[in-house]
């Protein structure tokens, strides 16, 4: 693909959103100082009308003069727009439901009147000398017809950028790449896609909306966020580094640090499978794939572990073969005699599974030892 995409990361707004999650003022301007160290070229950085301390922490972070935008998100009222311009931002993103159901239960207002909130808080905002982008909230459950006008208001009003929200996490890649790609034939400004991994879909549907014609796309560090969570940032920097060749402008080997920062800021763990940071995802034990990778690293990689500032490891378990096996020996200063590589590799599979674990170096060494004095012993005594 041969075109720019931006990187929205909301890490400090939809991320902080996640259930117990509350990032202290200082963890905050770590983070965004992070994230525009690694390249990131926007943060959302809060949510102003919360209070003065939100307030404090966003007029904090720009203070800092980080070179990213920093947009703070705001309903679509005075009250957060005036919230938001207290923080001395220079970009807001407005948000307004856009589906009918929130429009009536949220709001108590039909699509027609939703458009006159549009004009009026876009032109408020745009007059400020604000970057305006106009969030729709719901967008993947809102009328089609709904949203081109949408984005038709907003961008006669002065906003520069519409998001569409799958607030719920319902669309899929196809669904997805059909409602952009409809939108943005028309659209006078950029749109940005956000999408929620309730049905797991968050980074493809991501890639989709991309395809459909986004220039824009909202992600978290680790995906975190509301519920399921947001596209992971880096999930979304290394599939497009991959297999569109997207150069995103984020450093992807800040990327494991990043999301150990913001795993200790949000006090969550990272799943040893959290692809591109978990622990465990360069990492192989099966015996075929060792004794394929040691022959050519591209036999079971998708992924260069360098690419994103990691390393290759091989463990020993349940699942290892004689290869990987005489490797690890080798590489702790035993060469395996081919007569005991069979008995070892049993020995090894009994190991695991006794301890339903993987098998150290020291363990293997002691194991491997203890199998040549047998072998000698029998030896001795069959002479
Ligand atoms: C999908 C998303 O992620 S949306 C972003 C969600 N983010 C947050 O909720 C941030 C944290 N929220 C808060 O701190 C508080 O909810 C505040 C400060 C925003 C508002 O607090 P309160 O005044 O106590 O309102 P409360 O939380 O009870 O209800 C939300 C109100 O916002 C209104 N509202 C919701 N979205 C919008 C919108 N886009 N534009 C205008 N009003 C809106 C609701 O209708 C409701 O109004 P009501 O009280 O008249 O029914
Ligand atoms: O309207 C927006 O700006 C997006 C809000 C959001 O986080 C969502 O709808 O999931």
Redesign the pocket.
Known sequence: MNRQVFLNDTTLR?GE?APGVAFTAAEKLELAESLAAAGVPEIEIG?P??GTDEIEAIRAAVARRLPVRLTA?C???SQDLDAAIETGVSAVNL???ASDIQLAA??GIDRGAALQVIEHMVGRAAARGLFVAVGC?DASRAERDHLTRVIQTAAGAGARRVRL?D?VGVLDPFSTFELVARLATTSPIDLEFHAHNDLGLATANTLAAIRGGASHVSVTVGGLG?RAGNAALEEVAAALTVLDGVDTGINLTALPDLAAQVARAARRSTAAIKPVVGSDVFTHESGIHVAGLLKDSRTYQGLDPAMVGRRRRIVIGKHSGATAIAHVLSENGREVDPDLAAAMVARVRRKAAETKSTVTAAQLVDLYDGLCSASAGRTLKTE
Request: charged content about 30%; glycine content about 0%.
């Open positions: 939809d959103q949510t009308v919360m998100w309903r679509m009222t948000s307004l439901p949220k709001l909230e929200a607030t509301e």
